[in-house]
């Protein structure tokens, strides 16, 4: 593949629902701009997107992943991303690197909820867009229907620059209203003509709207179209690639990935109208190390400067390091400086990503994507550029991990590569973490949703080859107490020689929730020395640590020493330690005490017509509904619930909404547990501590 300057590249992502397209349109676009290569099937697992083995057993993409096409002298850099909400990272990480975003959409009644997640993403980004609504080639599909959703969920900007010709079984092509050409397609093989009669009108009545929405976007377009004056070809050509650029016109493309309508339309529209690497807005970036901003231009003779956005790790190869260049070209043996990292870092070899394979790269240029291998340091996130010029790119704003599993060894050999295993995939993929909690003495990982977790453990055994189970992680539930107490802690051993004394007297008064912990010391007198009183407030702590209910960590407390004793030879630090902590353990089983159990923070996002059934099933699982929103024939319903009730909620929402909800979940605060739980899990604890002990 020759070296394209960044007037001529296009870096595009496709996003959307899961499902509905996207691969099986990356593969459409890359075969209509390379004909002789061989068009990849997800469904018959040889897409040259989904290659890896966790994508072509289940038939869904997992990664992000970059295959390009050469169409009429213009480069497409055409990233393909997951749809399912578990995958979100891989998205917004596509999405950084991206000059523009296709939204893919099924051509059939319902826009979906991930649809509306990914323009979010991309208002984040600001950056362009475009919707394609594919599958037209196929029974109940509606373009025009579509058309209309489209344009209710992201405004009217939304104007279409193709039409289908025909429809459902009967798509023959499409309109391409931006040179009012028809566009027949027939089994992958399209042909250039005059606009059939019977189309005519409608394709007039639409070329008139997409040239209004031009005039729209420039006042002096506008001042001319009002005149009455007709705008030249021209005009509308180059008012349609600013409008774009801007984000004040959408357009919309119909078509069909599978069968290739409206593809070649699409990729002849890309290279005429969607904005190059070189129309990216100019990228603010910072010094190394300060605050001042420096303006990075997309220049090939500039310092290179390049943020790596993806790692892969082949487990015999190495990790292959994805990378877009934001200024300077990147020639062979050349030493750089990774500024994230303050580290040297030469390039000896790269390439051009080709799906699961890749293409040797002479060089790359400003504004290409390139993968590096046998990188020494660098890793996602981070941004090399020279020594002299240490730069750092802004990050990639990722989704925190949202829900977690405990994981235990199968054998006891493994134990100790578990967390080698796990730091690997984290540096595969930030959006999943790990780690061990030593308050439920469990190790989790965390991540976006069940899929994701279960495919991280698949993978644990196939890449690293340690295998784990799943297990239901322990609830971090919370001990405190609900009235004032005051009692007294004593610890005196004789056991002849030197004795130990330590005697205090702590009043304990419960917190408002999250009031967390004070100490207090009220002695007088110095009935007990200064000297011990650190002892006791140590004491105190490691006994809030261990738990005097049910073995869970004791918050929102205030414990106060206003008396006490001493013994002037046997006193010891040692001494007032255990005393303080005796104090504390009576007196909160003297104190009403009260178990808390953590509450989440819930944000589900549902077509409306699952919204009953959704509200049941929390009510069920004892949450709170505290709001509705309904917007674009979505609801979206907040509430909070017991992270107890959670377990495996993905799994549930998926099958009461047929995979179309979504949801948000983070920690909000702790409440009293229900009196009816609260023995139980006292139980729980018993049985666990005395399993223990055997
Ligand atoms: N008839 C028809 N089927 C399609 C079309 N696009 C996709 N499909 C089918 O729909 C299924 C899903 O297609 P994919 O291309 O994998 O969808 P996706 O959006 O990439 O899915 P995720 O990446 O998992 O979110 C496959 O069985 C495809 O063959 C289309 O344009 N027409
Ligand atoms: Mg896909």
């Known amino acids: 593949m020759k070296n394209y300057t960044a007037d001529k590249i296009h870096n595009i992502v496709l996003a959307g629902h899961g499902g509905c397209g996207k691969t099986t349109l990356a593969e459409a676009m890359v075969h209509v701009g390379n004909p002789t290569g061989r068009l990849g099937r997800v469904d018959d697992g040889n897409s040259i997107f989904d290659f890896d083995i966790d994508e ?66 991309s208002d984040e980004l600001k950056l362009p867009r475009a919707i394609f609504l594919t599958r037209l080639l196929k029974e109940h599909s509606d373009f025009y229907k579509s058309l209309d959703q489209a344009r209710d969920m992201f405004g009217h900007q939304a104007v279409p620059l193709t039409l289908p010709i025909g429809d459902q079984l009967n798509l023959k092509g499409v309109v391409d209203l931006t040179i009012m050409k028809a566009f027949l397609e027939s089994e992958g093989k ?19 709207k997409l040239v209004e929405a031009v005039a729209e976007s420039d006042d002096n377009l506008m001042e001319k179209f009002l005149n009455g004056d007709s705008l030249t070809d021209q005009e509308v050509s180059d008012g349609l690639k600013t409008a774009i650029r801007k984000g004040s016109l959408i357009p919309v493309f119909a078509g069909d990935g599978y069968f290739q309508v409206g593809v070649n339309a699409l990729l002849n529209s890309i290279a005429a109208f969607f904005p190059t690497a070189a129309d ?4 603010v970036a910072k010094k190394a190390g300060s605050d001042e901003e420096i303006i990075i231009k997309c220049d090939s003779a500039g310092t290179p400067v390049l943020f790596m956005f993806k790692t892969f790790i082949e487990p015999h190869a190495g990790n292959l390091n994805y990378f877009r ?31 699961k394979d890749r293409i040797d790269a002479p060089k790359i240029s400003c504004g290409d994507i390139g993968i590096a291998v046998k990188l020494k340091e660098s890793g996602t996130g981070d941004t090399i550029s ?20 405990a994981v235990e060894a199968k054998s006891k050999d493994d134990e100790g590569k578990i967390s080698v295993g796990l730091s690997r995939l984290n540096e595969e993929d930030p959006t999943f973490t790990y780690g061990f909690v030593p308050e439920i003495r469990q190790t989790l990982i965390n991540g976006l949703g069940e ?28 001990e405190t107490i609900s009235k004032k107490v005051e009692i007294q802690g004593k610890h005196k051993k004789q056991s002849g020689g030197h004795g130990q004394y330590g005697d205090v007297w702590l009043r304990l008064e419960p917190l408002p929730r999250g009031g967390g912990f004070e100490f207090v010391d009220e002695v007088v007198g110095g009935v007990v020395p200064g000297n011990f009183i650190p002892s006791v407030e140590k004491g105190v702590k490691a006994a809030m640590l261990e738990g005097a209910v049910a073995g869970y960590h004791i918050v929102d407390l205030k ?17 007032f330690e255990i005393a303080g902590s005796m104090a504390l353990k009576k007196g909160v089983l003297d104190a009403s005490p009260v178990l808390l159990e953590p509450i989440m923070k819930l944000e589900v996002a549902i077509p409306e017509e699952f919204a009953g059934q959704v509200m049941g099933d929390l009510n069920s699982r004892r949450g709170r509904i505290s709001g509705m929103d309904s917007a674009k024939g979505m609801q979206v319903i907040k509430a909070t619930v017991p992270q107890g009730e959670m377990y495996k909620y993905s799994t549930s929402l998926r099958s009461m909404t047929q995979g179309r909800g979504n949801f948000e979940m983070e920690f909000s605060h702790y409440d009293p547990v229900p009196f009816e739980a609260t023995q139980k899990i006292i139980e729980e604890a018993k049985k666990e501590k005395e399993e223990k002990q055997k």
């Open 280 to 283: 990216t807005e100019e990228v």
């Open 559 to 575: 414990a106060a020493i206003y008396f006490g004793s001493y013994h002037p030879v046997d006193s010891s630090g040692t001494s």
């Open 386 to 405: 020279t020594k002299n010029n240490q730069i750092i790119l802004p990050e990639t704003v990722l989704p925190k991990p949202s829900i977690s599993v």
């Open 56 to 121: 072509t057993t289940r038939k869904i993409s997992i990664f992000s992943s970059l295959a390009a096409c050469e169409h009429q002298d213009h480069k497409l850099n055409v990233i393909d991303t997951p749809g399912y909400a578990d995958f979100a990272g891989e998205v917004k990480a596509g999405m950084r690197v991206a000059d523009c975003v296709i939204i893919v959409a099924q051509g059939v009644a319902g826009i979906e909820v991930g649809t509306d997640k990914c323009w979010k993403y």
């Open 325 to 355: 260049m934001y200024s300077g070209t990147l020639e062979p043996g050349i030493e750089l400086y990774n500024a994230s990292l303050s580290k040297a870092e030469k390039f000896g070899q790269f390439y051009f990503p080709n799906g």
């Open 190 to 208: 399209s042909t250039i003509g005059e606009i059939p009669g019977e189309m005519a009108g409608k394709a007039k009545e639409y070329r008139d």
């Open 451 to 478: 899929l994701h977790l279960d495919i991280m453990v698949g993978r644990l055994k196939r890449k690293f080859g340690v295998e784990v189970t799943i297990i239901k992680p322990r609830i971090p539930y919370r």
